[in-house]
Nanobody, 123 residues
Framework: QVYLMESGGGSVQAGGSLRLSCAAS????????MAWFRQAPGKVREGVAF????????GYADSVKGRFTISKDNAKNILYLQMDNLKPEDTAMYYC????????????????WGQGTQVTVSS
């Protein structure tokens, strides 16, 4: 059973920074994709960033390019999202996701999900 648990959310003023963490356990794959998604009230869930845990390749939504950085500590099995220069429009519940038996393409196909951590950015 795969478990994902996010932490690190909170409230911050615009221009500030936060680092989200996602602890993963129960994985039996050597290489897989992991990602961060977010969902604001009344809006559709959107992909924020993804990473291939084998070669370290990454992808980002246009709205966060240059401000957010995804990374993974493979030894500790922790996924990170460093968020800098935060804007009020970044306010959302942030979710960690991981690839399962379905092949992931970009932001599509993630099987495992965490419970989320709230990020609130005030102007």
């Amino acid at each position: 059973q795969v478990y994902l648990m996010e932490s690190g959310g909170g409230s911050v003023q615009a221009g500030g920074s936060l680092r989200l963490s996602c602890a993963a356990s129960g994985y039996s794959y050597d290489s897989y994709y992991m990602a961060w998604f977010r969902q604001a009230p009344g809006k559709v869930r959107e992909g924020v960033a993804f990473i291939n845990t084998n070669d370290g390749s990454t992808g980002y939504a246009d709205s966060v390019k240059g401000r957010f950085t995804i990374s993974k500590d493979n030894a500790k099995n922790i996924l990170y999202l460093q968020m800098d220069n935060l804007k009020p429009e970044d306010t959302a519940m942030y979710y960690c996701a991981a690839e399962g038996e379905v092949v992931v393409v970009g932001f599509e196909g993630y099987q495992y999900w965490g419970q989320g951590t709230q990020v609130t950015v005030s102007s």
